[in-house]
């Protein structure tokens, strides 16, 4: 029966073959080169044949030419027979170096012939103690001589749970040391940008207590520490002599990753106030992931990879449904998070196909994955920017009117005044009064009259744009501050205002509101105080004409105290 599903493998390879694999002729100073042109490739699928068998078949040319760009086979329980055939047609030895840039294969094992024409094997791959590769590298570097004038063939096996992905290359010593200097300094960027973020994120953590904060960390150093163990860091630095925990570290990194993730997007997007249904999904998807999580050491690697693998994929759509809803609900820190999301969802498509055999193993699709990772971080990092502004903000917001509140009126009205003193621009204030408001309160009640102060600010923001700054200024009194506007332009939008309130159809409740125009112009006024004075001033003598209109302070500001006005509360 073995001998059956090797056969079935042959023929698989036999009808994949095309073109003959070509010998690659190596140099001195040879750059590194692919290997994958060049390999012959038998799949194993019971996995029980051995080196004898193999050197068998290759002398009866059943290793058949691999035609692609490249060799990767998904999750696959088939080991993969390679060989490959150099020639150096010069005069010197050539010491040269066979790397394999996918650290994560379980059993590699690697065939060469010595001078005696003995073939050596070395066994290594990462369910073997890290000491087992002949040199203690991340990738798996087999160093081979090849005399002057002379051929060799070398042969590795592939086996493992995880995505198979051949990944060989040759390069002489000089030019791997070149190499390995740039990949370990771009490394040290790369997990140094994971470090920067979280020690910056975690002083501000400090400085805000929110627990959001708490959540981007988890998830910044989960995602940083998975990827160490993606790249065979964790195994070379951390625990080389325990294969074991290097594997299922990773599993269980992914899935903190993962938890962390969800609750972080969750909390930056307001998931429960701004898309509740979608939120409910994704804390069951969390909720799914913490005992999947916690199991997932004790279970067969394959399954828990390809199960986290597909959870990946689904949590960064449904997120990305999450953050979309959350942007159009108003939510400013979404639009960090959209884009950052967008860029990893857009890498995870790659790796995933990558990782199941549809997208070819390569430097853009095994790396896509990490560096959109450290990129999304860095956007993540500014949602968070965002939602501590939004905070801020909400702090100056009223949440009857939902325009701004008093105290951030008398923030900005000093700034303002002082900016067009020194610019010599225009500013008008519009101070406004819901008429009869003590009435409509005592007849139709204190939550009709809360649904009156709604109905007025929504008219408010529907009717002023930026850089105009509507506020509540308190109980029925409202202001406008508008920059770099004329008094004329400011009457015409008291004008219109005061029109629409009147227009309103609020359930048989008459609404109108009286409105006091000021404007700075040429210095008519030296301070900010005597601007309020005056438009508050002409609100009073709206009221006292009858209400529903608009009065104008005087172009010349006269500094007198208010003479004392008939009283025209509504008490």
Known sequence: ?????????????????????????????????????????????????????????????????????????????SAYWVSFTLHNPSDRTLALLIRQDYPLIDYLDFWAEDELGQWRRVATGDRRPFGSRPLTLRDFIFPVTLPPHSERTYYLRFASQGAMNIGLSVSSETAYLGKL?????????????????????????????????????????????????????????????????????????????????????????????????????????????????????????????????????????????????????????????????????????????????????NSFTHNAFQVAALIEMVLLSLALGARVNEIRRRGYIDELSRLYNRRYFDEQLPREFSFAQRSGSPLALLMMDLDHFKAINDRFGHSRGDLAIRAIGRLIERDTRKPSLACRYGGEEFAILLPRTGIEQAEKLAQRLVRRVAGLNFNAMPLTISIGVAGLDRGNFSNWLQLFEAADMALYRAKQDGRNRVASAPREWRDERRQQLPDTSDA
Not at 17 to 34: D, F, K, Y
Not at 36 to 47: C, E, S
Not at 327 to 338: E, I, K, N, Q
Request: charged share 10%; proline share 4%.
């Open 1 to 77: 029966m073995k001998l059956a599903f090797a056969l079935c493998g042959v023929l698989l390879f036999w009808f994949a073959g095309g073109t003959c694999a070509a010998v690659l002729e190596v140099a001195p100073r040879q750059p590194s080169t692919a290997l994958t042109p060049y390999l012959k490739i038998l799949a194993d699928r019971p996995g029980s044949l051995d080196f004898a068998q193999v050197r068998a078949a290759a002398q009866r040319g059943e290793l058949r030419d691999w035609p692609h760009q490249s060799a990767n086979f998904g999750y696959s329980a």
């Open 181 to 361: 200097e740039m990949d370990q300094l771009l490394l040290g960027i790369y997990y140094g940008g994971f470090l920067v973020l979280v020690l910056y994120n975690l002083i501000l953590f400090l400085a805000v207590r929110d627990r959001a904060y708490a959540y981007y960390m988890g998830y910044a150093l989960s995602y940083g520490l998975y990827f160490g163990g993606l790249n065979g860091v964790s195994f070379q630095l951390v625990w080389p002599g325990n294969p074991w925990l290097a594997n299922e570290s990773l599993v269980f990194l992914l899935g903190l990753t993962l938890i962390f993730g969800i609750q972080f997007a969750r909390e930056i997007c307001t998931g429960r106030q701004l898309a509740p249904r979608t939120d409910k999904l994704a804390r069951l998807l969390m909720y799914c992931m913490i005992p999947l999580t916690l199991i997932s050491p004790f279970v067969s690697y394959r399954v828990m990879i390809t199960a986290f693998t597909l959870f990946a994929l689904s949590t960064s759509i449904l997120l990305l449904v999450l953050g979309a809803i959350s942007l159009m609900r108003g939510s400013y820190s979404a639009r960090y998070f959209m884009v950052g999301w967008i860029t990893l969802l857009a890498s995870v498509i790659v790796y995933v196909f990558k990782t199941f055999g549809l997208l070819p193993h």
